[in-house]
């Protein structure tokens, strides 16, 4: 059983960019979610993905947009990139039911950097 | 606005002595409440969770506690193992909003 994989790992953009982050969920899992965690904050939630529709969004501008694949992947796409974007983005995979309890699954991340 | 609160950054215990973390939450329509475990270059993992409408959950040496009158909830570890030195998250979830809310984090460091 694989678990949930993110690529890249590490990333440098500048301000204005656009940026694109992949996440593989964990075998058996079909809803995944975002989350953004700044440096000494606890993860912030982006949006979620269940079915291949968007089921749930946290307080982020439209710049901020993803994508569910078939197979259950997912993409995180960021356009005009900010300073503070720069941050940790998780990407978390449950089932439905354990997602409702709060029972998620964290790859390692991706670590983006705003220059 | 912060509906899950995690006061203590940090907090230091020696090894084989109980470490307790605590929380607060603002928002009483909570359905669960969890305990994440983060290692430094590692995503969060789940540690364990406690209904809204219980008052205690244990699971081998942890155990969590949920005072819904008090809006409190805390983890308690004993002992406490130099292993378990990490950032622990509470995260908190209304089932119908489909999004975990975590608070800042508390960094345990158990001495040996």
């Known amino acids: 059983e694989t678990g949930v994989t993110q690529s890249p790992t590490h990333l440098i953009k500048t301000r204005g960019q656009q940026v694109t982050l992949r996440c593989s969920s964990q075998s058996g899992h079909n809803t995944v979610s975002w989350y953004q965690q700044a440096l000494g904050q606890g993860p912030q939630f982006i949006f979620q993905y269940y079915r291949e529709e968007e089921n749930g969004r946290g307080n982020f501008p439209p710049r901020f947009s993803g994508l569910q694949f078939p197979n259950y992947s997912s993409e995180l796409n960021v356009n005009a990139l900010e300073l503070d974007d720069s941050a940790l983005y998780l990407c978390a995979s449950s089932t439905r039911l354990a997602g409702a309890a709060g029972e998620l699954f964290f790859g390692e991340g991706s670590r983006l950097t705003v220059l | 606005d912060q509906q899950v609160k995690q006061n203590s950054p940090s907090l230091s215990v020696q090894e084989g002595r109980i470490s307790i973390l605590n929380c607060d939450y603002t928002n009483s329509m909570f359905d669960y409440f969890l305990w994440y475990k983060k290692y430094p270059a590692e995503g969060p993992t789940f540690l364990i969770s406690i209904s809204s409408i219980k008052d205690k959950n244990e699971d081998g040496r942890f155990t969590v506690f949920l005072n819904k009158s008090a809006k409190h909830l805390s983890l308690h570890i004993v002992p406490s193992q130099p292993g378990d030195s990490a950032v622990y998250f509470c995260?908190?979830?209304?089932?119908?909003?489909?999004?975990?809310?975590f608070g800042p984090g508390t960094s345990l460091s158990v001495i040996p």
């Open positions: 995260a908190a979830v209304k089932t119908s909003y489909d999004k975990v809310i």
